[in-house]
Protein backbone atom coordinates (compact mmCIF):
# COMPACT_ATOMS: atom_id res chain seq x y z
CA UNK A 1 0.00 0.00 0.00
CA UNK A 2 0.54 3.53 -0.15
CA UNK A 3 1.78 4.94 2.71
CA UNK A 4 3.21 8.64 3.76
CA UNK A 5 4.05 9.43 7.35
CA UNK A 6 4.65 13.06 9.21
CA UNK A 7 4.92 13.49 13.29
CA UNK A 8 1.43 14.44 14.21
CA UNK A 9 2.57 17.52 15.80
CA UNK A 10 5.58 19.38 16.98
CA UNK A 11 6.37 22.50 19.08
CA UNK A 12 8.97 25.17 19.12
CA UNK A 13 9.75 28.49 20.20
CA UNK A 14 9.74 31.59 17.84
CA UNK A 15 12.66 32.76 16.54
CA UNK A 16 14.19 29.20 16.61
CA UNK A 17 14.34 26.82 13.43
CA UNK A 18 12.60 23.67 13.04
CA UNK A 19 12.55 20.55 11.16
CA UNK A 20 9.43 18.64 9.88
CA UNK A 21 10.29 15.13 8.69
CA UNK A 22 7.79 13.07 6.24
CA UNK A 23 8.81 9.34 4.65
CA UNK A 24 7.04 8.31 2.16
CA UNK A 25 6.17 4.65 0.73
CA UNK A 26 4.13 5.23 -2.62
CA UNK A 27 3.95 2.88 -6.05
CA UNK A 28 6.25 5.48 -8.28
CA UNK A 29 7.35 8.75 -7.43
CA UNK A 30 6.88 11.99 -9.87
CA UNK A 31 7.31 14.58 -6.89
CA UNK A 32 6.92 15.66 -3.61
CA UNK A 33 4.97 18.60 -2.16
CA UNK A 34 4.82 20.38 0.75
CA UNK A 35 1.26 22.63 1.21
CA UNK A 36 0.85 24.80 4.79
CA UNK A 37 -2.66 25.03 5.85
CA UNK A 38 -3.59 27.19 9.08
CA UNK A 39 -6.80 25.88 11.03
CA UNK A 40 -10.09 25.80 9.46
CA UNK A 41 -8.44 27.39 6.06
CA UNK A 42 -7.23 25.84 2.47
CA UNK A 43 -3.86 24.54 2.24
CA UNK A 44 -1.63 26.90 0.32
CA UNK A 45 1.44 25.53 -1.78
CA UNK A 46 5.20 26.09 -0.02
CA UNK A 47 7.50 23.93 -2.53
CA UNK A 48 8.10 21.09 -4.84
CA UNK A 49 10.86 18.79 -5.11
CA UNK A 50 11.02 16.40 -7.72
CA UNK A 51 14.90 16.09 -7.58
CA UNK A 52 17.45 15.24 -4.98
CA UNK A 53 18.97 18.01 -2.95
CA UNK A 54 17.77 21.07 -1.00
CA UNK A 55 15.32 24.25 -2.23
CA UNK A 56 15.46 27.00 -0.51
CA UNK A 57 12.97 29.82 -0.60
CA UNK A 58 12.96 32.40 2.29
CA UNK A 59 12.98 31.19 5.44
CA UNK A 60 11.63 27.45 4.35
CA UNK A 61 13.57 25.01 2.95
CA UNK A 62 12.71 21.79 1.55
CA UNK A 63 14.79 18.63 1.09
CA UNK A 64 14.55 15.24 -0.63
CA UNK A 65 16.21 12.24 -1.18
CA UNK A 66 14.35 9.82 -3.58
CA UNK A 67 16.40 6.58 -2.25
CA UNK A 68 15.57 7.22 1.32
CA UNK A 69 12.04 8.18 0.41
CA UNK A 70 12.37 10.90 2.97
CA UNK A 71 11.51 14.70 2.80
CA UNK A 72 11.57 17.57 5.44
CA UNK A 73 10.43 20.89 5.75
CA UNK A 74 12.72 23.38 7.19
CA UNK A 75 11.46 26.67 8.86
CA UNK A 76 14.17 29.83 10.42
CA UNK A 77 13.63 32.69 12.22
CA UNK A 78 10.09 30.96 13.45
CA UNK A 79 7.22 33.84 13.69
CA UNK A 80 3.88 33.34 15.22
CA UNK A 81 2.44 33.08 12.22
CA UNK A 82 4.11 30.30 11.46
CA UNK A 83 1.61 28.09 13.83
CA UNK A 84 -0.33 26.17 11.37
CA UNK A 85 -0.43 22.88 9.93
CA UNK A 86 1.84 21.47 7.06
CA UNK A 87 1.09 18.71 4.39
CA UNK A 88 3.21 16.46 3.03
CA UNK A 89 1.98 15.30 -0.36
CA UNK A 90 3.81 12.63 -3.13
CA UNK A 91 2.78 12.48 -6.44
CA UNK A 92 2.37 8.80 -7.60
CA UNK A 93 3.13 7.08 -10.86
CA UNK A 94 -0.13 7.87 -12.19
CA UNK A 95 0.47 11.29 -11.09
CA UNK A 96 -2.35 11.21 -8.42
CA UNK A 97 -1.56 12.82 -5.18
CA UNK A 98 -1.50 10.95 -2.03
CA UNK A 99 -1.41 12.77 1.30
CA UNK A 100 0.26 12.54 4.92
CA UNK A 101 -2.27 14.06 7.98
CA UNK A 102 -0.26 16.76 8.33
CA UNK A 103 2.19 18.23 11.53
CA UNK A 104 0.60 20.58 14.12
CA UNK A 105 3.08 22.86 14.39
CA UNK A 106 2.95 25.04 17.74
CA UNK A 107 5.28 28.04 17.90
CA UNK A 108 5.26 29.47 21.81
CA UNK A 109 6.45 32.83 22.63
CA UNK B 1 -8.35 38.64 -8.59
CA UNK B 2 -7.97 35.07 -9.37
CA UNK B 3 -8.87 32.05 -7.36
CA UNK B 4 -11.47 29.22 -6.15
CA UNK B 5 -14.39 29.65 -3.92
CA UNK B 6 -16.77 27.83 -2.56
CA UNK B 7 -19.84 28.44 -0.42
CA UNK B 8 -21.05 27.79 1.77
CA UNK B 9 -18.52 28.21 4.29
CA UNK B 10 -20.60 26.28 7.43
CA UNK B 11 -23.58 23.63 6.35
CA UNK B 12 -25.88 22.53 8.75
CA UNK B 13 -28.31 19.58 7.57
CA UNK B 14 -30.08 16.75 8.97
CA UNK B 15 -29.76 13.38 8.47
CA UNK B 16 -31.30 11.78 4.98
CA UNK B 17 -30.86 14.44 3.56
CA UNK B 18 -28.98 15.43 0.06
CA UNK B 19 -26.88 18.43 -0.15
CA UNK B 20 -24.96 20.31 -2.67
CA UNK B 21 -21.65 21.89 -2.02
CA UNK B 22 -20.39 24.75 -4.37
CA UNK B 23 -17.30 25.19 -5.92
CA UNK B 24 -16.29 28.03 -8.71
CA UNK B 25 -12.86 29.06 -9.80
CA UNK B 26 -11.61 31.68 -12.13
CA UNK B 27 -8.19 30.04 -13.00
CA UNK B 28 -9.14 29.05 -16.67
CA UNK B 29 -7.91 25.61 -14.81
CA UNK B 30 -8.56 22.65 -16.84
CA UNK B 31 -8.98 19.96 -13.66
CA UNK B 32 -10.54 20.24 -10.74
CA UNK B 33 -10.76 18.10 -7.60
CA UNK B 34 -12.73 17.57 -4.35
CA UNK B 35 -11.22 16.16 -1.36
CA UNK B 36 -12.61 15.49 2.61
CA UNK B 37 -10.42 16.25 5.32
CA UNK B 38 -11.18 14.80 8.44
CA UNK B 39 -8.90 14.67 11.84
CA UNK B 40 -5.86 12.76 11.53
CA UNK B 41 -5.90 11.76 8.71
CA UNK B 42 -4.24 12.86 5.06
CA UNK B 43 -7.23 14.84 2.59
CA UNK B 44 -8.67 11.79 0.78
CA UNK B 45 -9.70 12.48 -2.94
CA UNK B 46 -13.43 12.05 -3.75
CA UNK B 47 -13.88 12.99 -7.34
CA UNK B 48 -11.94 14.52 -10.04
CA UNK B 49 -12.63 16.22 -13.47
CA UNK B 50 -10.16 16.60 -16.08
CA UNK B 51 -12.03 18.34 -18.85
CA UNK B 52 -15.88 19.41 -19.07
CA UNK B 53 -18.63 16.83 -18.92
CA UNK B 54 -15.88 14.12 -17.53
CA UNK B 55 -15.01 13.20 -14.13
CA UNK B 56 -13.48 10.26 -12.47
CA UNK B 57 -13.88 8.74 -9.11
CA UNK B 58 -11.67 8.74 -6.43
CA UNK B 59 -10.83 6.71 -3.16
CA UNK B 60 -13.90 7.34 -1.50
CA UNK B 61 -16.70 8.42 -4.34
CA UNK B 62 -19.46 6.46 -2.44
CA UNK B 63 -22.25 8.19 -1.35
CA UNK B 64 -21.29 11.38 -3.34
CA UNK B 65 -21.58 12.54 -6.79
CA UNK B 66 -20.68 15.59 -9.12
CA UNK B 67 -21.16 17.47 -12.26
CA UNK B 68 -18.96 19.34 -14.82
CA UNK B 69 -21.16 21.15 -16.58
CA UNK B 70 -18.92 24.44 -16.94
CA UNK B 71 -15.11 24.73 -17.13
CA UNK B 72 -15.50 27.10 -14.24
CA UNK B 73 -18.10 24.79 -12.06
CA UNK B 74 -17.53 21.51 -10.31
CA UNK B 75 -20.59 21.04 -7.60
CA UNK B 76 -20.69 18.52 -5.10
CA UNK B 77 -23.54 16.55 -3.61
CA UNK B 78 -23.50 14.51 -0.67
CA UNK B 79 -26.36 12.12 -0.75
CA UNK B 80 -27.94 10.13 2.31
CA UNK B 81 -26.10 7.27 1.45
CA UNK B 82 -22.85 9.02 2.55
CA UNK B 83 -22.82 6.55 5.76
CA UNK B 84 -20.45 9.88 7.82
CA UNK B 85 -20.74 12.95 5.61
CA UNK B 86 -19.89 15.16 8.65
CA UNK B 87 -16.30 16.62 7.26
CA UNK B 88 -14.32 19.55 5.84
CA UNK B 89 -15.29 19.71 2.16
CA UNK B 90 -12.30 21.31 0.22
CA UNK B 91 -12.15 22.18 -3.68
CA UNK B 92 -9.24 22.66 -5.67
CA UNK B 93 -8.30 23.30 -9.10
CA UNK B 94 -4.76 22.87 -11.24
CA UNK B 95 -4.00 23.25 -14.99
CA UNK B 96 -4.49 20.17 -15.28
CA UNK B 97 -4.87 16.32 -14.12
CA UNK B 98 -1.42 14.42 -15.24
CA UNK B 99 1.33 16.77 -14.26
CA UNK B 100 3.44 18.19 -11.51
CA UNK B 101 1.56 21.35 -11.59
CA UNK B 102 0.23 22.36 -8.26
CA UNK B 103 -3.01 22.66 -6.89
CA UNK B 104 -4.86 25.87 -5.63
CA UNK B 105 -7.37 25.51 -3.14
CA UNK B 106 -11.07 26.87 -2.01
CA UNK B 107 -11.45 28.04 1.57
CA UNK B 108 -13.21 25.09 2.31
CA UNK B 109 -16.99 23.97 3.62
CA UNK B 110 -17.81 22.27 6.77
CA UNK B 111 -20.57 20.23 6.61
CA UNK B 112 -22.33 18.99 9.87
CA UNK B 113 -25.30 16.38 9.79
CA UNK B 114 -27.03 15.19 12.28
Known amino acids: GQNIDQPTEMTATEGAIVQINCTYQ??????LFWYQQHAGEAPTFLSY??LDGLEEKGRFSSFLSRSKGYSYLLLKELQMKDSASYLC??????????WGAGTKLIIKP | DGGITQSPKYLFRKEGQNVTLSCEQN?????MYWYRQDPGQGLRLIYY???????QKGDIAEGYSVSREKKESFPLTVTSAQKNPTAFYLC?????????????FGPGTRLTVT
Open chain 1, 49 to 50: NV
Open chain 1, 26 to 31: TSGFNG
Open chain 1, 89 to 98: AVLDSNYQLI
Open chain 2, 27 to 31: LNHDA
Open chain 2, 49 to 55: SQIVNDF
Open chain 2, 92 to 104: ASSIETGTPYEQY
